[in-house]
């Protein structure tokens, strides 16, 4: 199920078919691919996503639907589709996990009926001990890891880590892509002495700005905020520009580039924030499925990254962004 360089090799030709031009004869036998998601119907993050998802289904000749919950974040809606979906017998599944044991019924279902499935995003079995950690492949980014690099970063803007005084905000207490995050960040925090608190901001933006405006004005001392979905960063941002912060006053550091982030990177606000490339996530489960179908390979893991974005290449990842490609 790990990293096949062979395969590696092979999927990155493809990829590169996207932008050279390169067409993959497609067989008569369309394939039907199902991506099922925690994201509601408005989460700009999984636009990007489902645009990958789009461009490699077209380009491999396939069938792939993504299906959201009514609401962000409802797992037990995003179970429902999950069941709901086993009774088409999709030829592949993509789904992010969001928790360690709630999806286990269904995912081992799909697997004893043949059908492959692929983790992407978010994997709550990561480190768990489940036995279907090692059955399901993941095209993600490394949570745990990229909050340790987040913190790292951040840190380089003070003469000594230990001078850190950190809100560490977790939009989602209790799932995995949060905690992970967040637990990279205060293991580094821990390690070098640093002050913070981690505190529940919520998922709206608005109550994300409430939230942390409301903590700078009870700790007027904190010079740094990490969050960890992509709806933190803009509201962190107002949050200390409505607190008295200038720019650069505090560091606020998260992830993924939607509009309202790059705008607050350019003002000074965001410091920089982590891209998980997203739209690979949805692109590169689609091929994996269709090279497994089409010719028997089997699925291997994909880390889609560390990309910092901050003042020095915003413009770029922002023209991206509007594309729905960064």
């Known amino acids: ?18 932008v050279g031009g390169f067409v993959i004869p497609v067989s008569a036998q369309e394939y039907n691919f199902v ?21 490699a ?30 009774t088409k017998n999709p030829d592949g599944i993509i ?9 286990n019924d269904v995912l081992k279902k799909a697997l004893d009926r043949g059908i ?9 079995l990561r480190g768990t001990g489940n036995p279907l950690d090692k059955k399901i492949p993941y095209i993600g980014q490394d949570l745990f890891h990229s909050g340790y690099v987040l913190a790292t970063k951040a840190s380089e803007h003070f003469s000594n ?32 002495g640093a002050k913070f608190e981690k505190l529940d901001v919520g998922t709206e933006m608005a109550t994300i700005q409430s939230r942390i405006l409301a903590y700078l004005k009870r700790h007027p001392d904190t010079n740094a905020i990490f969050t960890q979905g992509a709806f933190g960063p803009a509201p962190s941002a107002k949050a200390a520009r409505a607190a008295g912060y200038k720019p650069g006053q505090i560091i606020i550091a998260g992830y ?14 965001v410091t920089f924030v982590i891209d998980q490339q997203p739209y690979l996530q949805g692109y590169l489960p689609v091929v994996q499925l269709y090279l497994r179908k089409k010719y028997g390979f089997s699925s291997w893991d994909v880390d889609t990254g560390l990309g910092i974005v901050d003042k020095s290449n915003v413009d770029l990842i922002a023209k991206l962004a509007k594309k729905r490609i960064r």
């Open 1 to 18: 199920m790990r990293t096949k360089l062979l395969v590696g090799f092979l999927c990155l030709m493809l990829v590169g078919g996207l």
């Open 35 to 55: 991506f099922i998601t925690q994201w509601g119907p408005e989460s700009a993050f999984s636009a990007v996503v489902e645009h990958g998802m789009k461009d």
């Open 57 to 86: 289904a077209k380009m491999v000749g396939v069938k792939c639907t993504m299906f959201r919950p009514p609401k962000e974040g409802d797992l037990a809606a995003q179970l429902a589709l999950f069941k709901a979906a086993l």
């Open 95 to 103: 789904t992010t996990i969001p928790h360690p044991t709630m999806f």
């Open 116 to 124: 492959p499935v692929i983790c992407s995003n978010t994997d709550g």
């Open 161 to 192: 880590p230990s001078q850190m005084k950190v809100l560490v905000g977790v939009e989602v207490p209790g799932v995995s892509w949060a905690e992970a995050r967040a637990g990279g960040q205060i293991k580094f925090l821990k390690e070098h």
């Open 256 to 269: 993924d580039v939607l509009p309202e982030t790059a705008s607050e990177i350019k003002k000074g606000y």
